[in-house]
């Protein structure tokens, strides 16, 4: 049997549209499907990148989450990069969604440039006592774990002196404080770190080199929020808004016949597939994994999601300033939602300048910013 006829046999006996997800994923960690490059001593079956793209053609084909190696930005860090410890303790919670983690990274004054964290971690014996502020962490209230990128030598320039830990979120030392966003959600956190701690074995690549490793991470979540651009799953709240509702859209609001709005329309399907084919091209090329091209399909996420959001309002018009929360919410509503949400594309996870950096850098060939801070010891940065 083929990969296809294999993955089609298990969605068949194992997903019901709306069915519970928990008892789907389950299932789907259990016979490896849903991260099918992974070795099958970790919830994988090994597959080779082209047939593990059909298993997620598959997935998406029926509306089952799937994908979790490519697309489960926490469970892939901890995969690549994390110890066999730190994968049977974290991997399957993860996996089936029984726990959540959260980013440890963006500071008062580091968030572009990540490497000026001020976060101090010191060694005491086999543990690290950890003390500093974090602020914008995504999810910090709910996460069983953190993702932490901190300080350890201040001595030496301040890209050399950083560690990267997995840090149980569930402790004394450790203080999170919500704070609301212009949508009026609050998934965003400040997180305070008094006399925290870390086990050593938590630590994820050496001593002093967290650099290299927070580059891995970022350039996995970079791929994870690229994708959202290009998804075409009307049937996928997640993909909501990317582009196939707005011929729908436009017909209700008797819009459709208007040159401007179609030609708009026409722009955003141009968008999507030029960075869905672009995305497969750097695939196809053995780049995936490339920091340039993660960061230009994050940027082109941003800009079709800026550009959905404000074709949307140009159906909709004025209704687009309410923001009522009725359920189901109206098209004015879901205009205003996506409009204001577009922001936080543009700026988590790195923002559209900083990406724009990186490509002119590393695919233009461009000259570096300057930094003066690079090359000085961190006790020396002003802060
Ligand atoms: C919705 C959302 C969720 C987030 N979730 C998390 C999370 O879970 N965990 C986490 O750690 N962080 C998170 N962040 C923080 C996010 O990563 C930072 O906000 C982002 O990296 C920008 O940093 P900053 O806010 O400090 O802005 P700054 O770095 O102060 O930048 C301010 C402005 O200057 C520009 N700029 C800065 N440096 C340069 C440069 N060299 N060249 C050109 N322009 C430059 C920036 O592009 C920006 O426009 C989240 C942010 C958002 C919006």
Not at 73 to 82: D, M, Q, T
Not at 311 to 331: C, F, K, M, T
Not at 342 to 359: C, E, L, P
Request: hydrophobic share 40%.
């Amino acid at each position: 049997m083929n990969i296809r006829d294999e993955v089609r046999e298990f969605l068949a006996s194992a997903w019901t549209p709306g069915m519970d997800s928990a008892t789907f994923l389950q299932a789907a960690v259990d016979t490896g499907w849903l991260a099918p490059t992974w070795s099958a001593d970790w919830y994988g079956r090994g597959l080779s990148a082209e047939d593990a793209e059909i298993v997620g053609e598959e997935f998406r084909r029926v509306g089952a989450p799937g994908r979790a190696d490519r697309d489960h930005l926490h469970a892939r860090v901890i995969y690549e990069l994390g110890s066999d410890q730190l994968k049977s303790t974290y991997l399957r919670d993860l996996l089936t969604h029984t726990v959540s983690g959260c980013l440890l990274y963006s500071e008062p004054g580091a968030g572009s440039d990540l490497a000026s964290v001020r976060t101090s971690v010191v060694r005491e014996g086999d543990q690290w006592r950890v003390n500093g502020q974090k602020v914008w962490t995504s999810g910090a209230r709910t996460a069983a774990y953190g993702l932490l990128a901190a300080r350890s030598n201040r001595d030496v320039p301040k890209h050399r002196g950083m560690t990267f830990f997995v840090i149980p979120m569930k402790q004394e030392g450790i203080e999170v404080r919500p704070l609301v966003q212009i949508t009026g959600d609050a998934h965003f956190n400040e997180v305070f770190f008094t006399d925290a701690w870390v086990d050593d074995a938590n630590r994820l690549g050496e001593v002093d080199d967290g650099w290299r490793v927070l580059m891995t991470a970022l350039g996995y979540e970079r791929l994870v929020m690229g994708a959202r651009g290009v998804g075409s799953r009307a049937s996928d709240p997640t993909y909501v808004g990317t582009g196939d509702d707005l011929l729908a859209l436009a017909e209700r609001h008797g819009r459709l016949e208007d040159p401007v709005i179609a030609d708009q329309i026409a722009d955003i399907y141009a968008e999507r597939t030029a960075a869905r084919l672009n995305a497969a091209r750097y695939a196809a090329e053995g780049k995936g994994q490339d920091a340039a091209a993660m960061s230009l399909g994050k940027l082109m996420m941003s800009r079709i999601l800026h550009g959905t959001a404000g074709l949307r309002r140009d159906i909709v018009g004025a209704e687009a300033l309410y923001d009522e929360r009725a359920d189901p919410p109206s098209d004015g509503e879901v205009a205003n939602f996506f409009t204001l949400d577009a922001y936080f594309t543009s700026i988590g996870g790195g923002t559209d300048q900083v990406q724009r950096n990186i490509i002119s850098e590393r695919m233009l060939g461009l000259p570096k910013d300057k930094d003066a801070s690079k090359d000085i010891p961190f006790r020396d940065v002003r802060s």
